[in-house]
């Protein structure tokens, strides 16, 4: 299917496990990005991507791991999870040099219990 | 650092009143980009607008229409004769174009209950 995907859509998990979260876009946009969204904070960017293997930190990349060998993938791990990354996860991909709107894929919901 | 501000957390209104949302910004850029983004009760986020800050003409689009203001830092979103199926959670959000960065910087949103 064309546009942005995620999975799983909802995980369990139990602390300190690791856990990967997937993202893959059909559009080869450039641009790829990690948000997690919760409660009285928003959203709030994880990593972002510019390229394949160009990654950097954004606002909140403690206790996260990203790679993006593919244009089209950009895998988010949590390397051992905890209850405070109980969140709703989103994926973003970005186009073209002159188009900077981001589009988001469906969502995963993450519970570590 | 740049900051967007959506002071009104919650909006309830009646269907077909209109109903506006405010969004200011903060940036010391000359050069940025401006965006409304849309997250129903079905929680996808789905993007609504993109303004760059050297375009300051206003846009509609059917009941959508947004006002952009430089002078005041301001990017409001008005529906008019909402609907039922306009009650979401709606995010502004900032962009600067440096670098690699192309990060957003959001809102906190703001929650519009339209009610039948």
């Given at each position: 299917?064309?546009?942005?995907?995620?999975s799983?859509?909802?995980k369990?998990?139990?602390?300190?496990?690791?856990?990967?979260?997937?993202?893959?876009?059909?559009?080869?946009?450039?641009?790829?990005?990690?948000?997690?969204?919760?409660?009285?904070?928003?959203?709030?960017?994880?990593?972002?991507?510019?390229?394949?293997?160009?990654?950097?930190?954004?606002?909140?990349?403690?206790?996260?791991?990203?790679?993006r060998?593919?244009?089209?993938?950009?895998?988010?791990?949590?390397?051992?999870?905890?209850?405070?990354?109980?969140?709703?996860?989103?994926?973003?991909?970005?186009?073209?040099?002159?188009?900077?709107?981001?589009?988001?894929?469906?969502?995963?919901?993450?519970?570590?219990? | 650092?740049?900051?967007?501000t959506?002071?009104?957390?919650?909006?309830?209104?009646?269907?077909?009143?209109?109903?506006?949302?405010?969004?200011?910004?903060?940036?010391?850029?000359?050069?940025?980009?401006?965006?409304?983004?849309?997250?129903?009760?079905?929680?996808?986020?789905?993007?609504?607008?993109?303004?760059?800050?050297?375009?300051?003409q206003?846009?509609?689009s059917?009941?959508?229409?947004?006002?952009?203001?430089?002078?005041?830092?301001?990017?409001?979103?008005?529906?008019?004769?909402?609907?039922?199926?306009?009650?979401?959670?709606?995010?502004?959000?900032?962009?600067?174009?440096?670098?690699?960065?192309?990060q957003?910087?959001?809102?906190?949103?703001?929650?519009?209950?339209?009610?039948?």
């Open positions: 299917d064309a546009g942005i995907t995620q799983p859509r909802y369990i998990t139990e602390t300190g496990r690791q856990v990967t979260l997937m993202c893959h876009q059909t559009w080869s946009h450039s641009y790829m990005f990690w948000y997690r969204q919760d409660l009285g904070h928003g959203l709030r960017l994880i990593y972002y991507s510019a390229a394949a293997d160009i990654t950097d930190k954004g606002e909140v990349p403690d206790g996260y791991v990203v790679s060998s593919k244009t089209e993938n950009f895998p988010l791990t949590l390397e051992s999870a905890t209850r405070s990354q109980t969140s709703v996860y989103f994926c973003a991909s970005s186009g073209t040099a002159f188009s900077y709107e981001q589009y988001f894929g469906p969502g995963t919901r993450l519970t570590v219990t | 650092a740049q900051k967007v959506q002071a009104q957390t919650e909006i309830s209104v009646v269907e077909k009143e209109d109903v506006t949302l405010d969004c200011v910004y903060e940036t010391r850029d000359t050069t940025y980009y401006l965006f409304w983004y849309k997250q129903p009760p079905s929680g996808e986020l789905v993007f609504l607008i993109r303004r760059n800050s050297f375009d300051e206003n846009e509609i059917g009941r959508y229409s947004w006002n952009f203001q430089k002078s005041t830092s301001s990017f409001n979103f008005t529906i008019t004769a909402s609907q039922v199926v306009d009650s979401a959670v709606y995010f502004c959000a900032l962009s600067l174009p440096q670098g690699s960065a192309r957003l910087t959001f809102g906190s949103g703001t929650q519009l209950t339209v009610l039948p």
